[in-house]
């Protein structure tokens, strides 16, 4: 699989002027109201080449955005990777050794492993332990239709539904299956938890239209929990599609491969071939079964394809 040089429309920014926060901890920023309401965070750069998120979040402290009710977080998580950025290689900042939204274990977070992505997690984690909400912003290596992506918790889904944009959502019913996402950290991965938390992904990491709705769904999601003022102009919620996650896919093999390319939402009849695995072979397990966020390049240990069914 090869992937095509992408449109580089909006580039990584310094961020040091951003790096002394006021709690502590380097690149968060919490601004309090004095009044009760909900604590939400804002996070970003939870891999270092979704740069819509480092879009949004400069946003919203460039404009001094400030919270009517409750508190408000801003978070820039994974900038060592971010600052690893190289327009000639867009793809190879994403992460520097561990996937970050994927070790919000307590077997990752307590284990003996180390590496700037698990010293980073370990820092943060009293960061994303204390917010009541929490909206995770990403971006896709494809310019597909932005989507939700979130535990299949009725609070999660109301949420999204509520926002309305975007209006696919990818539905998890047992989490990802290939490791602990950030969204999915302590109470926020628990069944009776109280909290929202929901990845963005907004479109392909380079387009200015990512960083554009990345921007937009941030303020969506402090007006949908009072924080600020909606925006008159908003869109009303449309027609919303979701999809259940089926199957997560890892690359065990050099030699994987799909039956032909693929940048997602392709769709597969009952038990037809999707990709070859080494010796296995990647089948569709139902009727229209959709793909989202199939690999572009072949690294083994990374995440193939997620197999999903319409709800």
Same mark, same amino acid.
């Given at each position: 699989?090869?992937?095509? /040089? /992408?449109?580089? $429309?909006?580039?990584?920014?310094?961020?040091?002027?951003?790096? #002394?926060?006021?709690?502590?901890?380097?690149?968060? *920023?919490?601004?309090?109201?004095? #009044?009760?309401?909900?604590?939400?965070?804002?996070?970003?750069?939870?891999?270092?080449?979704?740069?819509?998120?480092?879009?949004?979040?400069?946003?919203?402290?460039?404009?001094?955005?400030?919270?009517?009710?409750?508190?408000?977080?801003?978070?820039?998580?994974?900038?060592?990777?971010?600052? +690893?950025?190289?327009?000639?290689?867009?793809?190879?900042?994403?992460?520097?050794?561990?996937?970050?939204?994927?070790?919000? +274990?307590?077997?990752?977070?307590?284990?003996?492993?180390?590496? /700037?992505?698990?010293?980073?997690?370990?820092?943060?984690?009293?960061?994303?332990? &204390?917010?009541?909400?929490?909206?995770?912003?990403?971006?896709?290596?494809?310019?597909?239709?932005?989507?939700?992506?979130?535990?299949?918790?009725?609070?999660?889904?109301?949420?999204?539904?509520?926002?309305?944009?975007?209006?696919? *959502?990818?539905?998890?019913?047992?989490?990802?299956?290939?490791?602990? /996402?950030?969204?999915? *950290?302590?109470?926020?991965?628990?069944?009776?938890?109280?909290?929202?938390?929901?990845?963005?992904?907004?479109?392909?990491?380079?387009?200015?239209?990512? +960083? $554009?709705?990345?921007?937009?769904?941030?303020?969506?999601?402090?007006?949908?929990?009072?924080?600020?003022? #909606?925006?008159?102009?908003?869109?009303?919620?449309?027609?919303?599609?979701?999809?259940?996650?089926?199957?997560?896919?890892?690359? #065990?093999?050099?030699?994987?491969?799909?039956?032909?390319?693929?940048?997602?939402?392709?769709?597969?009849?009952?038990?037809?071939?999707?990709?070859?695995?080494?010796?296995?072979?990647?089948?569709?397990?139902?009727?229209?079964?959709?793909?989202?966020?199939? &690999?572009?390049?072949?690294?083994?240990?990374?995440?193939?394809?997620?197999?999903?069914?319409?709800?």
């Amino acid at each position: 699989m090869t992937q095509a /040089p /992408p449109a580089l $429309e909006v580039l990584p920014r310094d961020l040091s002027a951003y790096r #002394k926060g006021n709690v502590g901890i380097d690149y968060v *920023h919490r601004f309090e109201s004095g #009044k009760p309401g909900p604590h939400v965070l804002i996070n970003a750069l939870t891999h270092g080449n979704e740069i819509c998120g480092m879009t949004a979040a400069t946003h919203l402290l460039d404009t001094n955005v400030r919270p009517k009710i409750g508190t408000l977080t801003v978070s820039f998580a994974n900038v060592e990777a971010y600052e +690893s950025f190289d327009q000639a290689l867009p793809f190879d900042s994403r992460q520097l050794v561990h996937n970050l939204n994927r070790i919000w +274990s307590p077997e990752w977070l307590d284990g003996t492993e180390d590496s /700037p992505e698990l010293r980073r997690a370990r820092v943060l984690r009293p960061v994303v332990s &204390a917010a009541d909400h929490i909206l995770d912003i990403h971006s896709t290596s494809q310019p597909v239709i932005p989507f939700w992506v979130y535990p299949a918790y009725d609070r999660n889904a109301e949420a999204a539904l509520a926002i309305g944009r975007p209006s696919v *959502h990818l539905v998890m019913p047992d989490g990802l299956g290939s490791g602990t /996402p950030l969204i999915q *950290h302590g109470r926020h991965g628990q069944t009776d938890g109280k909290g929202v938390a929901l990845v963005a992904e907004c479109g392909q990491h380079f387009l200015r239209s990512a +960083s $554009e709705l990345a921007t937009a769904i941030s303020l969506d999601f402090l007006a949908h929990f009072g924080l600020i003022d #909606k925006d008159p102009a908003a869109p009303a919620p449309g027609p919303q599609r979701r999809f259940e996650l089926l199957q997560t896919h890892v690359i #065990k093999s050099e030699d994987f491969a799909f039956v032909r390319p693929l940048i997602g939402f392709e769709t597969f009849a009952k038990g037809e071939l999707i990709a070859t695995n080494g010796p296995d072979e990647i089948r569709a397990p139902c009727d229209e079964c959709t793909i989202f966020m199939p &690999a572009q390049r072949v690294i083994v240990g990374r995440e193939a394809v997620y197999l999903t069914k319409p709800i």
